[in-house]
């Protein structure tokens, strides 16, 4: 999922998916930090 969004985000970033239960609030998942691959210019 980390990689779906790193097109999307600049090159001087990164994207990181964090899942959390809607009912709980607890931590699901959390994926690795991904850097991003768009383009500043």
Same mark, same amino acid.
């Given at each position: 999922m980390d990689r %779906?969004? *790193?097109?999307?985000?600049?090159?001087?970033?990164?994207?990181?998916?964090?899942? %959390?239960? *809607?009912?709980?609030?607890?931590?699901?998942?959390?994926g690795q930090p991904?850097?991003?691959?768009?383009?500043?210019?």
């Amino acid at each position: 999922m980390d990689r %779906f969004f *790193a097109p999307h985000v600049p090159v001087t970033s990164f994207v990181q998916i964090v899942l %959390f239960s *809607a009912h709980t609030g607890t931590l699901l998942r959390r994926g690795q930090p991904c850097a991003g691959v768009q383009p500043l210019v």
